[in-house]
């Protein structure tokens, strides 16, 4: 059997860091993660033109996270905080890419920034700064390493995602200043950290549609590679249809 081709998005940057000149970056850990789960990775760079060719070669899809912001705009607001920093060119990508891979069926796994974005592509809308909106002493952000885990994770009974882990727990890294605050529409919230945050929403309307806030590619949990092969097994089945 051919192995499923798994798009991964790119984030997009003009900082000097690496180059003088606008560059595409995603952490290495994305690609090893669907490769140890038995697919073929491909990055996908941000070219709204090249969107039904990316949809034509890909059988899964991973949205992923990065230094930036949804535009409040796109949810029906406007920027509240000052920590609010927003890409155009990389959102507007990341919406026609997902909403055309949502028409299609193909299996979509949102994480982080990915995760919020399938939020609002439903109509839901986001916390524009957590520490802004709630009381908590779960620091999201957290200070040590991302390669570590921070806080827990409560999964519900009957969930998409407690079939995929088979736990009601996980113990996971957190990197985000934002989250999910009114859930789209159709979509379950399936896991909450200890503060009610949502941490995975999911959606019953097709084939395999799941967002995570944490970042499963670090595979800090046991049970985040899980979430990997069940992409994969996913794309699979959308091979043999």
């Given amino acids: 059997m051919n192995k499923p081709v798994i798009g ?18 995603a952490r290495k850990n994305y690609s090893d993660s669907i490769v140890k789960s038995g697919g073929v990775s491909v990055f996908l760079p941000n070219n709204p033109s090249s969107i039904n060719k990316y949809l034509s070669i890909i059988n899964g899809l991973v949205i992923t996270g990065g230094d930036f912001d949804i535009d409040p705009k796109i949810y ?15 959102t507007d990508f990341e919406f026609k ?19 919020q974005l399938i939020n609002v592509i439903f109509g839901g809308t986001l916390i ?18 991302r390669n570590e885990a921070s806080h827990f994770i409560n999964i519900k009974k009957g969930t998409k995602l407690f079939h995929i882990v088979k736990s009601k727990k996980m113990f996971v890294n957190s990197a985000h200043h934002q989250a999910v605050n009114k859930l789209g529409r159709k979509l379950v919230a ?13 959606s019953n309307d097709y084939s395999y549609c799941v967002g995570v806030q944490w ?6 949990d046991k049970k985040d590679i899980s979430i990997f092969k069940s992409l994969i097994d996913s794309a699979k089945k959308k091979i043999e249809k």
Wanted: hydrophobic share 30%.
């Fill in 8 to 25: 991964i998005t790119l984030d997009e940057e003009e900082k000097t860091t690496y180059s003088n000149y606008p560059w595409y970056a």
């Fill in 76 to 90: 029906g607001q406007n920027i509240q905080s000052s920590k609010v920093s927003i890409k155009e060119n990389r």
């Fill in 97 to 115: 890419l997902t909403k055309q891979a949502l028409k299609k069926d193909i299996p979509i796994l949102g994480i982080c920034g990915g995760h």
């Fill in 128 to 145: 524009q700064h957590i520490p802004d909106a709630l009381d908590t002493k779960i620091n999201h952000e957290q200070t040590n390493p």
């Fill in 190 to 202: 399936s896991a909450f950290s200890d503060d009610g945050v949502i941490e995975c929403i999911e």
């Fill in 215 to 220: 970042h499963p590619e670090f595979l800090i």
